[in-house]
């Protein structure tokens, strides 16, 4: 059985036990959350976590980190060096995105290594195998789709992005209907040409039920992927999208009917004032399910700083009821990230995470920057940089920029506002 | 007679032609918006400015940037290599809020060498003389503070950050009903302290005409400071933060009635679902005088990034209708910015102001991110490096992330979406 399934039964799995305990919820109201598919616990039955994580209504807003290897960076040693960081960084989960060089080692390794849950885009490997054998992407066989499918979720993959909503009805669309960027998602566009190529259906639509008998029988979570996701601005909320959005959304009731945890993902690149009308319509059309977001970025002109366009968006999102967040680093739209990048990406989208927790009211957000506000107040600069989102980051900084012994900081220095205050509104540790 | 009274006479000043120029808009609109004070075009007349800014409704959202010294740091020489950053990274305006060291050499040789509107915080030299002469900040005279006001404007400072709208009444209610945080403002808390020592009402309100006079006489914008933003969180839209607003909002009236032009400072830390009403409620209360936000910033718990927090603040804000932002640094709550923090806070601030100026309709504002998406398109990496918001830093990113010869980029490759359907669904340029 799922974890889907269990809470249906009402029973409180390990997982759901853990993930409870570190949102401060009980565990039944949490299992009932899962039963409704409104929360996901993403837990392949062949993938020890010591870190699950639950995904979903009234739970704190998730960041994942992708990773993974490319054809002009190979080496999956590196990605390994960026999990190690994303982990230290503090992700929830991260996704092996790996299309270059020895493709099972590397994602058995970060299976291995990681705490956390672990996704994928199976069709990836997919279209990297159908080159070796068959010199082109598009070329790849149904079999051979289901089989690397079948080799992930073997694996202890734990959630999967799969592009089911693309359907050839929508890509004859938006053949007539150009967009400025068409698609931009690589497993969409390896779909929308499969289905010109060989001209018949998605398969992963067409035969969705042998997907769904994969996912059951590890508890793949499933992360229907937007396939038709804008790839700018102008292209946003268009007709494509919405129209796959609606397919995923009676996609989302077959995998709840068939016992898998689903969740379903979103834009991409979307107008600042367009961010809520999405979060609404996904919950809406969605059934619920949980809100998977990359980004969204709010503007297409910023590539290097990417992670704060994401940052944007994604705080917003989160607002609105997105519930999980994919980083975005400021190598977007440029490479390949670094372990740099990939520190600066999930650091960002941690910041729009907790900004978005504030909204949602998660149990101890405020009472985290409270407790911030008070250590300023005080001048507590111990206190301040333990509390900090970075605390090695934020130690660094103040270490660079101040005389050892200052009491207040550099900026203001004798001419602190509060040191001033205390000395006139009462108050103690006055040094000016 | 002031850019104001210019305008109302429906003088064309060669200030008000450069700005119309730069914005779209034509040079009479321009002049009826700033006669009735939802514009001002800070130009001292002291000042020869070789790229004024307007700021208000209708117009491009600016972005200011705080460079000066601070008793740690009093080298101005430093102070003039921020000045050369900000300025090349695009900032519309400068403020010197300098401390430390030579404050006149350090203000003068900022105006000399700056072709963009400089704004200072009288106050705080007031507060350095009041050290040196008095032995403490509190003990300046009246006097005192007005003669550096005057100084400021005879040396050509185009608009000036005044305190007005802390008065007696709200700080003695502060008392009784205290704040996590109580006032951070180092201005607001110089002239709380002032008051609490001297048993006398705020001198900047008391004696707001003759603040206007020189105002007035040198054309100086004024800049109503929010002395008693909130300083986290937990602080925001309070008592003393609307109190004081609904005081600058009768200030505003009086300023355009002596013909000065006037704009409203506003917070600080707001959680993002009060941005929005914070702006309408300036909007409303200060009769739609150009509204200048301090990021703000949506989290207390990000030092370090809190020109990220400020960016989502930003955008937010300008979105809502908030005309100028002023910049944070990832050196803020921390100590005194580097010139690289300084780069860093400019552009993550643009970044913001741009975002807002698509939601805004602003005019080149859509046509900037669908050039983007078009270069993008066609892979012309030439043409996105040079439309990047940061071009340098993204030809640097991309040189240093992928081979000399990809056509894609290193983060796909082969596996480019873009490239993979111009192969089916047409179009040239497929490389793989």
């Known amino acids: 059985m799922t974890q889907l399934e ?39 039955k062949r993938h020890q976590l010591q870190r699950p994580c639950g995904i979903g209504k009234t739970l704190r807003t998730k960041v994942n980190t992708n990773i993974g290897t490319s054809p002009d960076f190979p080496d999956w040693k590196r990605e390994l060096e960026k999990l190690e960081v994303a982990l230290t960084c503090g ?45 082109a992407v598009v070329k790849m066989s149904t079999e051979e789709i289901f089989q690397v499918i079948a080799d992930h979720a073997a694996d202890g993959i734990d959630f999967i992005t799969i592009h089911c909503g693309v359907t050839r009805q929508i890509v004859e669309r938006l053949k007539e209907q150009p967009r400025v960027m068409g698609i931009v998602s690589r497993g969409g566009a390896i779909m929308a040409g499969w289905m010109i190529y060989h001209d018949q259906e998605n398969p992963l639509y067409a ?42 959304g009676e996609l989302v009731v077959r995998a709840r009917e068939a016992g898998v945890q689903v969740m379903v993902e979103g834009p991409g690149h979307v107008p600042l004032d367009q961010i809520e009308a999405n979060v609404k319509l996904q919950k809406r ?11 969204p970025l709010v503007t297409d002109i910023a590539p290097g700083y990417d992670h704060i366009a994401g940052a944007i968006g994604g705080a917003l999102a ?11 680093t400021p190598a977007e739209h440029l490479g390949l990230p670094t372990p740099e990048d990939v520190r600066r990406g999930v650091m960002a989208t941690r910041l729009a995470a907790h900004v978005a927790d504030l909204v949602k009211g998660i149990p101890g957000a405020w009472e985290w920057d409270l407790e911030m506000a008070k250590a300023r107040q005080n001048l507590d600069w111990e206190k301040q940089l ?10 660094q900084m103040r270490g660079e920029r101040n005389p050892a012994s200052r009491e207040t900081c550099s900026m203001c220095g004798d001419y602190c506002a509060i040191d001033i205050l205390k000395k006139y509104l009462g108050g103690s540790g006055c040094e000016s």
């Open 318 to 328: 989160g607002a609105a009821g997105a519930d999980f967040l994919c980083y975005l």
């Open 285 to 295: 059309l969605c059934q619920e399910a949980p809100f998977y977001v990359l980004g």
């Open 91 to 135: 992700t929830d989960t991260v996704m092996d995105l790996s299309t270059g060089g020895d493709l099972k080692t590397c994602r058995r390794e970060i299976l291995k290594r990681s705490p956390v849950p672990v996704g994928s885009v199976p069709i990836y490997e997919a279209a990297v195998r159908a080159r070796e054998r068959h010199g």
């Open 386 to 395: 333990e509390l900090a989102l970075d605390p090695q980051l934020a130690r």
């Open 207 to 248: 035969q969705f039920d042998r997907l769904l008998e994969i996912a059951r029988d590890y508890d793949v979570t499933l992360s229907l992927g937007d396939g038709l996701r804008p790839g700018c601005l102008a292209d946003a909320t268009d007709h494509a999208q919405i129209s796959e959005l609606m397919v995923i």
């Open 6 to 44: 269990k809470a249906r039964k009402g029973e409180i799995t390990p997982e759901i036990q853990q993930v409870a305990d570190a949102e401060g919820l009980s565990s039944e109201k949490l299992a009932e959350l899962v039963a409704r598919g409104f929360v996901v616990v993403p837990s392949n």
